[in-house]
Protein backbone atom coordinates (compact mmCIF):
# COMPACT_ATOMS: atom_id res chain seq x y z
CA UNK A 1 0.00 0.00 0.00
CA UNK A 2 2.33 2.20 1.21
CA UNK A 3 6.02 2.25 0.25
CA UNK A 4 7.92 4.00 3.57
CA UNK A 5 11.39 3.76 2.97
CA UNK A 6 13.26 1.47 6.38
CA UNK A 7 15.19 4.86 7.56
CA UNK A 8 11.99 7.27 7.80
CA UNK A 9 10.72 4.45 10.02
CA UNK A 10 13.92 4.21 11.90
CA UNK A 11 14.11 8.09 11.98
CA UNK A 12 10.53 8.74 13.59
CA UNK A 13 11.11 5.56 16.08
CA UNK A 14 14.73 7.05 17.31
CA UNK A 15 12.77 10.90 17.45
CA UNK A 16 9.77 9.31 19.77
CA UNK A 17 12.10 7.49 22.02
CA UNK A 18 14.11 10.33 22.49
CA UNK A 19 11.46 12.41 23.23
CA UNK A 20 9.70 10.28 25.72
CA UNK A 21 13.49 9.68 27.39
CA UNK A 22 13.60 13.31 27.52
CA UNK A 23 10.22 13.51 28.44
CA UNK A 24 10.15 10.73 31.23
CA UNK A 25 13.76 11.78 32.68
CA UNK A 26 14.42 14.90 32.27
CA UNK A 27 11.28 16.59 33.34
CA UNK A 28 12.10 19.50 36.26
CA UNK A 29 10.15 18.48 39.54
CA UNK A 30 7.15 20.92 40.29
CA UNK A 31 7.83 23.86 42.23
CA UNK A 32 7.86 23.75 46.21
CA UNK A 33 5.28 25.70 47.23
CA UNK A 34 5.83 26.42 50.79
CA UNK A 35 3.25 25.51 53.75
CA UNK A 36 0.99 28.28 54.60
CA UNK A 37 1.87 28.82 58.68
CA UNK A 38 -1.09 27.42 60.45
CA UNK A 39 -3.05 30.37 62.49
CA UNK A 40 -2.47 30.15 66.31
CA UNK A 41 -5.47 30.69 67.86
CA UNK A 42 -6.83 30.04 71.90
CA UNK A 43 -9.66 27.57 71.79
CA UNK A 44 -12.08 30.05 73.89
CA UNK A 45 -15.36 32.14 74.15
CA UNK A 46 -15.49 35.21 71.82
CA UNK A 47 -17.40 38.52 71.91
CA UNK A 48 -18.61 39.52 68.55
CA UNK A 49 -16.03 42.06 68.60
CA UNK A 50 -13.42 40.00 68.96
CA UNK A 51 -14.80 37.85 66.17
CA UNK A 52 -14.91 40.42 63.80
CA UNK A 53 -10.68 40.05 64.08
CA UNK A 54 -10.61 36.76 62.68
CA UNK A 55 -11.83 37.54 58.73
CA UNK A 56 -8.63 36.18 56.79
CA UNK A 57 -7.42 39.46 55.89
CA UNK A 58 -4.31 38.83 58.15
CA UNK A 59 -2.87 35.95 56.60
CA UNK A 60 -1.49 34.17 59.67
CA UNK A 61 -4.32 34.81 61.63
CA UNK A 62 -7.36 32.21 61.84
CA UNK A 63 -10.96 33.01 59.58
CA UNK A 64 -13.87 32.36 62.36
CA UNK A 65 -17.40 32.47 61.31
CA UNK A 66 -20.27 31.81 64.06
CA UNK A 67 -23.37 29.56 63.68
CA UNK A 68 -26.24 28.99 66.13
CA UNK A 69 -24.11 30.50 68.69
CA UNK A 70 -21.39 28.21 67.49
CA UNK A 71 -17.45 29.38 66.33
CA UNK A 72 -16.01 27.78 64.05
CA UNK A 73 -12.27 27.74 62.12
CA UNK A 74 -13.04 27.84 58.88
CA UNK A 75 -9.35 28.75 58.17
CA UNK A 76 -8.77 25.52 55.95
CA UNK A 77 -11.05 26.64 53.25
CA UNK A 78 -9.33 30.01 53.35
CA UNK A 79 -9.99 30.40 49.35
CA UNK A 80 -13.76 30.29 49.97
CA UNK A 81 -14.00 32.22 53.22
CA UNK A 82 -11.11 35.00 52.97
CA UNK A 83 -10.88 37.77 51.27
CA UNK A 84 -12.22 37.11 47.41
CA UNK A 85 -14.11 33.96 48.56
CA UNK A 86 -17.52 33.90 48.13
CA UNK A 87 -18.70 33.25 51.62
CA UNK A 88 -15.78 36.04 52.71
CA UNK A 89 -18.63 38.12 53.79
CA UNK A 90 -19.74 35.83 56.70
CA UNK A 91 -16.12 35.51 57.66
CA UNK A 92 -15.88 37.42 61.22
CA UNK A 93 -19.36 37.43 62.41
CA UNK A 94 -22.59 35.40 63.23
CA UNK A 95 -24.00 33.87 59.82
CA UNK A 96 -26.76 32.26 61.70
CA UNK A 97 -29.52 34.76 60.01
CA UNK A 98 -27.62 35.19 56.34
CA UNK A 99 -27.55 31.09 56.25
CA UNK A 100 -31.29 30.51 57.20
CA UNK A 101 -31.65 32.73 54.91
CA UNK A 102 -29.40 32.19 52.25
CA UNK A 103 -28.70 35.57 52.39
CA UNK A 104 -25.56 37.88 51.57
CA UNK A 105 -26.56 41.08 53.12
CA UNK A 106 -24.59 42.68 55.70
CA UNK A 107 -27.89 43.76 57.81
CA UNK A 108 -28.49 40.15 58.52
CA UNK A 109 -24.94 39.32 59.97
CA UNK A 110 -24.35 39.41 63.65
CA UNK A 111 -28.29 38.77 63.98
CA UNK A 112 -28.36 35.34 66.25
CA UNK A 113 -31.92 35.35 66.70
CA UNK A 114 -33.82 32.78 65.12
CA UNK A 115 -37.20 33.62 66.85
CA UNK A 116 -38.75 34.79 63.72
CA UNK A 117 -37.61 32.62 61.04
CA UNK A 118 -39.81 30.15 59.17
CA UNK A 119 -39.58 26.90 59.26
CA UNK A 120 -37.97 25.92 56.07
CA UNK A 121 -35.29 28.76 57.32
CA UNK A 122 -34.52 26.70 60.42
CA UNK A 123 -34.61 23.55 58.70
CA UNK A 124 -31.84 25.20 56.35
CA UNK A 125 -30.24 26.60 59.50
CA UNK A 126 -29.83 23.33 60.79
CA UNK A 127 -28.48 21.87 57.89
CA UNK A 128 -25.65 24.47 57.65
CA UNK A 129 -24.60 23.60 61.64
CA UNK A 130 -24.58 19.93 60.96
CA UNK A 131 -21.79 21.40 57.54
CA UNK A 132 -19.80 23.50 59.94
CA UNK A 133 -20.27 20.31 62.42
CA UNK A 134 -18.65 18.02 59.79
CA UNK A 135 -16.26 19.98 58.65
CA UNK A 136 -14.76 22.37 60.62
CA UNK A 137 -13.25 22.73 64.05
CA UNK A 138 -15.10 24.14 66.63
CA UNK A 139 -13.28 27.04 68.37
CA UNK A 140 -16.15 28.10 71.05
CA UNK A 141 -18.96 29.81 71.77
CA UNK A 142 -20.40 33.66 71.06
CA UNK A 143 -20.34 35.08 74.31
CA UNK A 144 -22.25 38.72 75.20
CA UNK A 145 -19.92 41.46 74.69
CA UNK A 146 -18.56 43.21 77.88
CA UNK A 147 -21.01 46.74 76.44
CA UNK A 148 -24.35 44.28 77.35
Known amino acids: MFDIPEEV ?19 PPPPVVAPRPK ?15 YTGIDETNAIFIAIKGRI ?7 STYGPGGDYHVFAGHDATRCLAKAS ?10 TSSLTPDEL ?10 EERYILVGK ?7
Open 9 to 27: TWAILVAIIIYLIKTIWFT
Open 104 to 113: FEKSDLNQPD
Open 72 to 78: FDVSPKR
Open 39 to 53: PVYEKRDYTLEELAG
Open 142 to 148: VKPSSSE
Open 123 to 132: DALNNWASFF
